[in-house]
Structure formats: structure tokens, C-alpha cells
């Protein structure tokens, strides 16, 4: 057929007396039909791929619809029959430039193969993160390792087409440029090692909220690739930082604290010491009025009063034997609380503890956690739980400790100003 079609041309060309372009005229001829041939076969294929796709598996693989579209799968597929047709068709034909049209295909080929190939992973990539059960483990760096792999040997048929040389000849004669390579590719390397690990190990994952202080990172994983991480943080900056990294520096991972589904409130209040004194009757008495307390006091003023006595202490001095001062039933009140809290998880480390005194007072600490993890409803339990707090040492009899702000200053002033002007 295609000599056939080749005699008609030059026959026709020789009708019009074209002697001396007539054979090139006929060459070029030719080659605009092949072209047009092989475009009619691209789009042919593509639109028929483009509708199967559509068809058949939107329906029952959205996702991968997606991918393939996004990637544009049947663009690069329709591409290969036409280049076969193209070879086919010059195979007999152009003999004398036979060797450079048959390079030009091997090249374009490679390049369309290498990219198709490319494109299959990224869709693979996509469908893995947004499938539900696969999207907590990344695969973005080793999709791009391998991709930069398929770029590489693409390279290095393309060399190896052009120079007309074996592809084991060019491997070898690379190998000589190895340390050349290895150096510039050192951050490649180091990251697909450190994603290797991350992946692995499962260190972070896309989706954790992580602490990064040496690079100023605080929010949520967006992105794993090979040499980098992405992090949204939450002021919505999104920052850069080496895979690496993440090995070799300090990470905060606050992933175990989302899957427990409890979050740790640990914050303290600085009680004045000089507040702090042994329990009067009637310091108890009002004491008794406070909810969870009364049980509490009449429990333990008879164990102390059995200690006391087991021990012969001469009560009549306040400071003998055992008694229970205000700072201990405010610590009693704190636990209960906590304990009756509706918000706080029971099943965890829940206490209210004394610190060691500092210059600021006695720290007391409460240490629970909360029932929830959600950063709004966790601050406004926290909140309310300190708001409670503070509120209630004043009816123990207590102080909170406050360094002298400047209205304390100008009331002090003004009292000794007052006591000056009365006593004068």
C-alpha cells in the first residue's frame, strides 16, 4: 500500500512536468500524510480512552478516574500507536535519511514512554492519599525517587539512542562520574534515606500536628515529599523543612495525644505562704459548708485525733502532733473537683500535687487530662476549670501569690500619704 500510494504521488508529480523538485515534492507529501495519519490515530485513541475511562470507570473507581484525568493518562497512551504507525511507515521508505528518522522516533519514544511511566506513579500517588486507609502512610517520596530514576535512565537512553552506543557502554562510562553524582544529588539521597525511616518508624505521618523549635515549625503536616516536609502552622504560614531533619533534630509529635482522644492539662497556681495555717473549729466548721468536704474533714479529724493520741501529743499546743491546715483541705477540695469534673477523663492520671516552694509561693499543680482533644473545647474546659480555681482560694482562707503591680503601688502610697496627713 504505501508504495502504491508512493508510485501514485510520483506519478502525479511527473504529470506536472516537476522534474526537478518532483521527487523531494513527493518526499514532503508524503510525510504531511503520515503526519495526518498519525494524528488521526492519536486522537482516535485518545478520545476512545477518554470515554472508557468516563464510562465504565468513573462510575465504580472515582478516584482513579480522577488520577488518570489529572495526569492525562490517555493523552500519553495515544501517543505510543501513532508513534508505532510512524515507524511502520518509514521503515521502507526515506532510506537515505532512514538512520536520523529512526534516532528521531527512538528518542521521542523513550521520552513518551518515561513519561507515561512518570504519570502512572503521580496517579498512583494521588489514589493513595485519598484513599482512607492509606493516605496515613506516604509514599510521595519514593513516587518521586522512582520518578527521578525513570528521568535518569529516560536520560540515558535518549544519550544512548543519539550516540549509537549499547546502554551497559554508557553505564560504565558513568560510573567513573559517580562521586560527581553523589554530590549533587547528596540531598536526594540524604531524604530518601530520612523518608525512608519516617515512613517506616512512622515518625510523622501527613495530617500530625508537630513541633519542629530549630526551624520555628508548630502546625499540621501537609506534605512528605523527598528532600522536604511541608507544615501549615497555625498562624497558616506554611514552612519548608529538610526530611532530614526530622531524623537528625528534636520533633514534638502530638499524634499520640489525637489517637488517645484525651489531652493533659498541666498548669499550677502560686499560693502565698504566708497564708497558710493550722485549721480552727472554726475555720473546719466553714470548711464542713464546702461541697465533697464534709466527709472529708470528719474522716480526717478522726484519724488524727487516733494518731494524736496513739502518740500522747500534748494538743494544747497548736503546733504539736498532727492537724490539718488550710492548704491541705484546699489540696482535698482540688481533687474531688477534678474527680466530679464531667470533662475529665477518669481513667487517666488525674491529680492536684504540691510543688517545691519557689519565690513566687507554693505551686499547686493540677495534672489531668481531658476528655476531649479539640483545641477550642480544650482551652475553654482548661479556663474554666483555673477559673473555678483562683475563685475558690479565697474560701480556704488562702492567698494567691501576685508580684505588686502599679495600682498596688499607688494605693500603698496613698494610705501612708493619708496616715501622714491625719497623724500631722
Known sequence: M??????????????LDVVS??????????????????SGIYYAVKYVLIFFTTKFVVKRWKIWHQAVMQQRICKKIAFLPALGFVNAMTQNLFTEHHA????????????VVGNLLSSCLGALEHVHSKTKYLRQHSIKSIVQTVQAIIFILTAIFCISIIAGVSVGKLLTALSAASAVLLLVFKDSILGLVSSIQLSRNHIVLPGDWIEVPAAGADGTVTEIALVSVKVRNWDNTIITIPTYDLITKPVKNWRGMSDSGVRRVKRSIYIDMSSVQFCTDEMLSRYRKIQYMAAYIDQKQTDIAASNEAQRVDTGVEMNGRRQTNLGIFKAYLQQYLEHHPQIDPA???????????????????????KTTEWLVYEAIQGDIFDHVIAAVPYFDLRIFQNPSGDDYRTTTKALTESIRVKS
Open 348 to 370: 487517666s492520671t488525674l491529680m492536684a500535687r504540691q510543688l517545691d516552694p519557689t519565690n513566687h509561693g507554693i505551686p499547686i499543680e493540677i495534672y489531668v487530662f481531658t
Open 100 to 111: 536520523v528518522i529512526a534516532t528521531a522516533l527512538g528518542v521521542v519514544s523513550a521520552i
Open 21 to 38: 523538485g518532483g521527487a523531494w515534492l513527493a518526499d514532503a507529501i508524503l510525510c504531511i500524510c503520515f503526519l495526518c495519519m498519525a
Open 2 to 15: 504505501i508504495k502504491q500510494l508512493e508510485e501514485i504521488l510520483r506519478t502525479w508529480m511527473e504529470s
